[in-house]
């Protein structure tokens, strides 16, 4: 049974940090592609992040030099850290894994870990 479990959000003030973890299980970690997204209220889904097997990571123009993608192998965890953060960035955070090969591909999803920004 596969599962990513988010963790790390709450509510913070504008400019603060937090920092989102996703544990993953029941998959080959390091081989998937793992990526961050989030949804705020009446919005779709964003891709904010993402990080290649070997550690390559982008991120979207809305979150560059603020937030950082990173992933630990061994532990099956992939973070996000947050800085500078502002009201804009208040969402549901949702950890994805993807894998493909070709001929197969996987996608999962976490939960979610809701992000609230504001004074």
């Known amino acids: 049974q596969v599962q990513l479990v988010e963790s790390g959000g709450g509510l913070v003030q504008p400019g603060g940090s937090l920092r989102l973890s996703c544990t993953a299980s029941g998959i080959t970690f390091s081989i998937h592609i793992m990526r961050w997204y989030r949804q705020a209220p009446g919005k779709e889904r964003e891709l904010i992040a993402g990080?290649?097997?070997?550690?390559?990571?982008n991120h979207a123009d809305s979150v560059k030099g603020r937030f950082t993608i990173s992933r630990d192998n061994p532990k099956k965890t992939v973070y996000l850290q947050m800085n500078s953060l502002k009201p804009e960035d208040s969402a549901v955070y949702y950890c994805n894994a993807f894998f493909s090969n070709g001929i197969l591909s996987n996608t999962y999803w976490g939960q979610g870990t809701r992000v609230t920004v504001s004074s």
């Open positions: 990080i290649n097997s070997s550690g390559g990571s």
